[in-house]
């Protein structure tokens, strides 16, 4: 293929069964979504009710082999099941139809695969391709020998995807010590950013909901934004100054999903964990969406779940100057209704991210004693010192400290 020549697009036919766990219609349009973003044209829909999946072929044969005709008739040469699908399941479904078959969790894979730019996120792509790959080695078999491209054979794992059980697990266990070393020298740098004292803001939320555009305006940077799911997939930290002079630094997270596939969930919990060191979170979504309220939700559990419980989270409602009229904030000053496209909205979002930070910090008074140097170094490192003078029984110290140092303070309150 000539160099300046674009790969041409797959045609795929999207495969979905209704089982009462959730909007399957929503789904199916974010699977499609998905499905552009990897380089694939939806051409079709085959939904189903029923009670639960088939074991062999999960939609049952008689409708795979409507959806075989269906295929052949329109051209398709790529299926996408909407749900995880066993190794054998994969296997019955590519020999019954002919046609090559990804579930949603390997095209999630394959778009992490295609835009991961750094060292940590390759890896961590294809840590999670591993883990995918190993409990289907048996039941996949022929379907693991194709080599040919295109969605579901792309990633760093792709030269690996017929080695053995044991090859696979020295991989894993491989790439999990590298993520420790660059984990451990992401430590250090935040044990640099604590000695700065400079808080840090984390940007969450749904993919494709405008995170980097915010980014953007609020430090001048100039972070790749695409209209597509996905488009920022390494973290991104830039200088952020607030009106009140104060510096701090905002990071932009990779995106979230529906039903966001467990390996995934695992594999970058250490990128997605800035946001649960972070003095402030601001949890972004697409006012403009009808699925705003369930991206919202699917973010607070992430939160939830990454231990974020304490930590101010300032709701940003983005693209409001699409909206015919404003929203009235439920919380003012945790609800922001903004336009990073345009700009709108986003002093009264730097002061709510200065007054969140400004209510983190509380003055204590304390009499340490000095068998506690190294509360006394933290408190020095991580809050600041007001006054301190030598008593026969300690130090006693004022001094401003985040409240989530409370704790440990607590027992030497004056």
Request: with cysteine; proline share 4%.
């Amino acid at each position: 293929m000539n160099q300046n020549q674009k790969p041409s697009r797959q045609r795929a036919v999207l495969v979905g069964i209704d089982i009462g766990e959730y909007d399957l219609y929503q789904s199916l349009d974010e699977l499609s979504e998905l499905a552009d973003t990897a380089g694939a044209d939806t051409i079709g829909r085959f939904t189903q009710n029923r009670d639960g999946q088939d074991n062999a072929t999960f939609i049952g044969g008689g409708k795979l082999r409507e959806i075989r005709d269906y295929c052949q008739e329109y051209g398709a040469d790529l299926l996408i099941f909407d749900s995880e699908l066993s190794g054998s399941q994969l296997r019955n479904i590519e020999e019954l139809t002919g046609v090559d078959t990804v579930d949603r969790t390997m095209l999630i894979l394959d778009i992490f695969a295609q835009r991961a730019t750094s060292s940590e996120g390759k890896l961590q792509v294809e840590l999670a391709q591993q883990k995918y790959l190993l409990p289907r080695l048996i039941g996949l078999g022929g379907a693991l020998s194709r080599q040919g491209g295109g969605i579901g054979t792309r990633g760093p794992g792709e030269t690996k995807l017929e080695s053995d059980r044991r090859h696979i697990r020295r991989r894993i266990n491989a790439l999990e010590q590298e993520l420790k070393e660059l984990e451990k020298r992401r430590v250090l740098m935040r044990r640099k950013r604590d000695k700065n004292e400079v808080p840090v803001i984390a940007i969450v939320g749904y993919t494709n909901v405008g995170k980097s555009t915010l980014l953007n305006r609020l430090t001048g940077a100039d972070i790749y934004v695409q209209d597509q799911l996905f488009a920022t997939l390494d973290p991104t930290a830039r200088e952020l100054r607030l009106p009140d002079g104060q510096r701090s630094v905002i990071i932009d997270t990779v995106g979230l999903v529906q039903r966001l596939p467990h390996q995934l969930v695992e594999a970058f919990k250490s990128t997605l964990e800035v946001a649960a060191e972070a003095d402030v979170i601001l949890n972004v979504c697409d006012c403009t969406s009808p699925l705003a309220h369930s991206q919202l939700e699917v973010t607070n559990g992430l939160l939830a779940e990454l231990g974020c419980g304490g930590i101010p989270v300032i709701t940003v409602y983005n693209k409001a100057d699409l909206l015919p009229e404003p929203i009235k904030p439920e919380r003012p000053g945790r609800v922001v209704h903004i336009s990073a496209r345009e700009g709108l909205g986003l002093d009264t979002l730097l002061r709510s991210i200065a007054g969140c930070l400004a209510e983190s910090v509380e003055q204590l008074s304390l009499l340490l004693p000095y068998s506690e140097g190294g509360l006394l170094e933290l408190i020095r490192r991580s809050g600041k010192i007001l006054s301190e003078s030598y008593e026969e029984d300690g130090v006693a110290v004022k001094a401003l400290l985040h409240k989530r140092y409370h704790h440990l303070a607590a027992p030497y309150l004056r």
